[in-house]
């Protein structure tokens, strides 16, 4: 199957036209950092397919690892811990700017109004799963994510030269001769396509969870920019890296909703069906190893007990320190009827988080003249093949400024005419198409198939199941949100399995069967796909 550039028939030159100097696609802390980077002397648009917080950043519990001037730590310890997880595959400099120029951003969070966790006035540090030191920082006990998205959203809304868009899907990049001039968008209010033409383009639209049967991610994480950078023509990397995080609640009915790391950071163990710890005997940092480790010993654990989950146990804990530390999880917990100071909370593994994605340099830039991509749909380097627990905000922080401050160094110049341009695909009619079938059938394909553990016969029945959905369903012409996201996640999905059956060797989140040793000698390199 034949990736079409473009989901929809277009003439540019009949499409309402607006048109902007710096666009940025998310608004997460990696669009929003990057927007008040590049807004000093540009015009920026910020544009959110549903709410403004409607995202990963938004929902993220456990902190942001930051390496803050104290007795015990520094940016050295934190860029060997981050080194060390990324299993040979993390990029040195990209580490070394991550961790450096991290606790500048914290403290400038910290002036714009951010209230991280204190005692007596000072920060508080806990610690998570491979740092050798506690260094995680954290806001209103377990809402990190909410805190520091509530004080960017603030700046960013206060700001003349930025304004935020919601309910504004991008459907494609308008692209010609390896370079991007904007978008193409859905007004999901006006029920409208039109076109957005910028000078740059910056793409922080998250991840890809939605994929997976069973995900952390929230229902708009369903790798859209992946898809839209690869039809572009750039490149991507190491897409057959994804992090399964090893605790998210399981109870039927339920969503898989995150149970922080912090959680065992804290002193809360892991135990198995018959409420024996385990870790101890798969790692010598037990509860805190590396998540890729934890997620595969509690997937033997319940093989073993023949159970579909093991069990989170705080009883360790002072139930009044728990009540201030968790208060969301212990809510969330609580309408299901969980008392978390009392109760073990069943838990099993969930996609969480993709380490790969659209190929840049340390500044954001892609291998297409005028797109940029930061936050979790880059591949920065530093990652690596396995992401250190909280390493992700600090990554949307650092590099979504880098990112916007050299997009946003557009030479002022008038605006010249763009490129006269047309898409007509061969469609087909939409007869009896049950889009949530198909949703449903990837996500256990997925699942099953591209999971925690993995091997050929599985990788190659997935592929060449994926290949037939894409002869259909690519080539019907969707006139809503859903069926393009589908399309969207047909081609990550692809992309993602192939890069897995490639890679014949197991290093950090990617786990083969069939080929369980880490092979330097021929694998110490990152995976590239293009379109």
Known sequence: MIIPDYLVDFNLSRLPQSRIDVLIVGSGVAGLSSGLAACLRNRVLIIAKNKARENASFNAQGGIAVALPRKGDSWRLHFNDTIRCGEGLSDKSAVELLVREGPKQIKELIKKGANFDRTKGRINFTKEGAHSKSRIVHAKG?????????????????????????????????????????????????????????????????????????????????????????????????????????????LAGTPRFLISES????????????????????????????????????????????????????????????????????????????????????????????MGGIKTDLVGRTDVENLYACGETAETGVHGANRLASNSLLECLVFGYRCGEDAGKIVKQGWSSPPVISFSGRWKERKHFDLSDLERSLRVLMWRNVGIKREKNGLEKALQKIRFWQEYALKILFKEIRGWEAQNMLIDSFLITGSALKREESRGAHFRLDFPKRDDKKWKRDSIVKK
């Open 263 to 354: 959680v065992r950071g804290e002193g809360a163990i892991l135990v198995n069906q018959r409420k024996t710890p385990f870790m101890s005997h798969y790692h010598k940092l037990a509860d805190l190893a590396p998540r890729d480790i934890v997620s595969r010993a509690i997937l033997d654990e319940m093989k073993k007990t023949k159970s579909n989950c093991v069990y989170l146990d705080l009883s360790s804990l002072n139930k009044e320190f728990i009540k201030q530390r968790f208060p969301h999880i212990r809510r969330v917990c609580s309408d299901y009827g969980l008392d978390i100071t009392r109760d073990l909370i069943p838990v099993r593994p969930a996609a969480h988080y993709l």
């Open 142 to 250: 377990d809402a990190t994510g909410r805190e520091i998205e509530e004080v960017l959203l603030r700046e960013v809304r206060k700001n003349s030269n930025i304004t935020i868009r919601e309910d504004l899907f991008v459907i494609d990049l308008l692209h010609q001769e390896g370079k991007v001039f904007g978008a193409i968008v859905f007004d999901c209010l006006q029920k409208r396509i039109k076109a957005i033409i910028s000078k740059k383009v910056i793409l922080a639209t998250g991840g890809a969870g939605q994929l997976y049967q069973e995900t952390t991610n929230t229902s708009v994480s369903t790798g859209d920019g992946l898809a839209l950078a690869y039809r572009a023509g750039a490149s991507l990397s190491n897409l057959e890296f994804i992090q399964f995080h090893p605790t998210a609640l399981y």
